[in-house]
């Protein structure tokens, strides 16, 4: 059984940003309305990360809809970052699309291109 433990998460500035990962059926759709629920009162906004999940199960997504609007969670403080967060949010909720630039740092790591590096190879380099 999943649990809301395991699911990525951390507060920054009284918001709370969740990670999804790859699945998400019944098991993580009800970990992650356990976890809004338990956090509900102590975060302004929710970002809930859904850009690594790859084909949701059906029945996981009304589900969680439909529990997510019975919280008591303003749907307003609800944000969803990717694509799949159109299938996942209910009326009222924003859904957020972030296009990325990345290039490869000299250690080898990714990261998203903001123009400001120095050196910037990718042709985002803001003037």
């Known amino acids: 059984m999943y649990r809301a ?3 990525t998460h951390h507060f920054s500035h009284d918001n709370l940003h969740i990670a999804l990962s790859e699945q998400f059926e019944q098991p993580e759709a009800d970990a992650l309305i356990e976890m809004l629920r338990g956090k509900e009162t102590q975060c302004k906004r929710i970002f809930i990360d859904v850009q690594k999940v790859v084909q949701p ?7 969680f809809k ?4 019975a919280l008591r969670i303003g749907p307003e403080r609800v944000f ?3 694509k799949l ?3 996942l949010a209910i009326n009222g909720n ?3 699309i972030v ?13 998203v291109c903001t123009g400001n590096c120095a050196h910037c190879t990718c042709g985002h380099h803001q003037h």
């Open 5 to 7: 433990q395991e699911l």
């Open 99 to 111: 296009k990325k630039a990345t290039h490869e740092r000299h250690e080898g790591k990714k990261h």
């Open 85 to 87: 967060g159109f299938d």
């Open 66 to 69: 439909t529990s997510l609007s």
């Open 94 to 96: 924003r859904v957020l």
């Open 57 to 63: 199960h059906p029945s996981a997504v009304s589900a």
């Open 80 to 82: 969803f970052k990717g």
